[in-house]
């Protein structure tokens, strides 16, 4: 037998890709080829985004199949991509699968996908390949939905995932209790787009009976109440940066590594980092809030500010605030999160408290502001 192939396919969102692509590093280090594959409009972001420091091993091949949306549509819209994703992708990737098993020397022996993709173990089963379903966010949120029957059942939700009343819902006696109107399907977009996304995960909790292994991005020190309730998960989190630099392959924007030159010049403890995800958007209201909120600190800052985080983002500040906050913020498009995490100037760090930087700055011993 050759060199074991794994093939690997996460969900199309940068919280999601990142992750996975940290496991697929950490398997190439231990002598296994992977194949990575991203929508193509993912993976158009992903080499774009690449510096010259950041050359992909030799070992990993970076691919991509189409997710069924022009290039032109709102990958935001969570509800369209959702239904194109489970139309478009299954039959995009068996094609791919089978054109690599043609050769003898380059078979899939394993294939790891986003448990959010859970139809990729479906063709793994139907190809006899061994499948892995990886979990990249906190296990409670992968706990809670595997409940959705009890919740049904209690009359928490109804059966098409609609909250009945606010609540707080403890699975159990030593997990955390959680807002009924938090629950990830119930937290995104309109009633349509939580409609299709909460049937999207009834399917995926189907599917996930076909895995040979469920692995999760998280640990016991984390969330050791949990995978006692879910001991069929494996933790094998939190996946940072484990490349010499410290820094993150699979993100879809060029990072402002100047950055780091910048806080090398900040006292001890004296910054606000500010950084809101991925996904996070705004109205303006709301961004020059938060950008006067931060002037009046006077505090230094250094704020990610993502070109789609609010509308006509240039135009988007208070009059005058560039110029009144120079020297003291600094505005970049994406940053090299883990890094700034990491250094001494830090002294909190304003987070939309997505699991990755969640972890992040937990590893860290950063205090935050949610």
Not at 40 to 59: A, C, Q, T, W, Y
Not at 83 to 109: G, Q
Not at 349 to 361: Q, R
Request: proline share 5%; hydrophobic share 45%.
């Amino acid at each position: 037998m050759g060199i074991p192939h794994v093939l690997a396919i996460p969900y199309p969102a940068q919280g999601h890709v990142l992750p996975l692509m940290e496991l697929a590093l950490r398997l190439v280090k231990n002598g296994i080829k992977v194949t990575f594959v991203n929508t193509e409009f993912d993976h158009k972001r992903v080499i774009e985004s690449l510096s010259g420091e950041e050359n992909v091993p030799d070992m990993m091949h970076l691919v991509s199949v189409p997710d069924g949306l022009e290039s032109w549509e709102d990958r935001n819209d969570l509800g369209k991509l959702t239904k194109t994703i489970f139309r478009v992708m299954p039959a995009k990737l068996e094609a791919l699968m089978e054109k690599m098993n043609e050769s003898e020397t380059d078979k899939i022996t394993c294939l790891i996908t986003d448990e959010s993709m859970g139809w990729a173990l479906e063709i793994a089963k139907k190809m006899g390949v061994r499948a892995v379903a990886f979990w990249p966010a906190a296990a409670a949120v992968l706990a809670l939905e595997l409940n959705i029957p009890k919740l049904i059942h209690d009359g928490i939700i109804d059966s098409s995932g609609t909250i009945t009343k606010k609540q707080m819902v403890q699975l159990s006696s030593t997990m955390l209790a959680v807002d009924s109107e938090h629950f990830a399907w119930a937290s995104v977009g309109d009633a349509t787009t939580q409609g299709i996304v909460f049937y999207a995960i009834l399917k995926n909790n189907r599917t996930l009976k076909m895995a040979d292994w469920i692995i999760g991005n998280s640990s016991n020190e984390l969330e050791a109440s949990v995978f006692t309730l879910f001991p069929e998960m494996l933790p094998i989190g939190p996946l940072l940066a484990s490349n010499q630099l410290g820094r993150s392959v699979g993100s879809y924007w060029p990072e402002d590594s100047d950055c780091l030159a910048w806080l090398d010049k900040q006292p001890v403890q004296s910054v606000i980092y500010v950084a809101l995800g991925s996904f996070t958007v705004f109205d303006q209201t709301q961004f020059q809030e938060l950008a006067l909120g931060l002037e009046r600190t006077n505090m230094p800052f250094p704020w990610v500010v993502r070109r789609n985080l609010t509308a006509e983002t240039d135009n988007a500040y208070p009059k005058g605030f560039k110029e009144r906050i120079q020297g003291r913020g600094r505005l970049s498009s994406w940053a090299p999160q883990q890094q700034v995490l990491s250094h001494p100037s830090v002294a909190c760090f304003l987070s939309h408290c997505g699991w990755n930087s969640t972890i992040e700055g937990v590893s860290n011993g950063v205090p935050f502001l949610c």
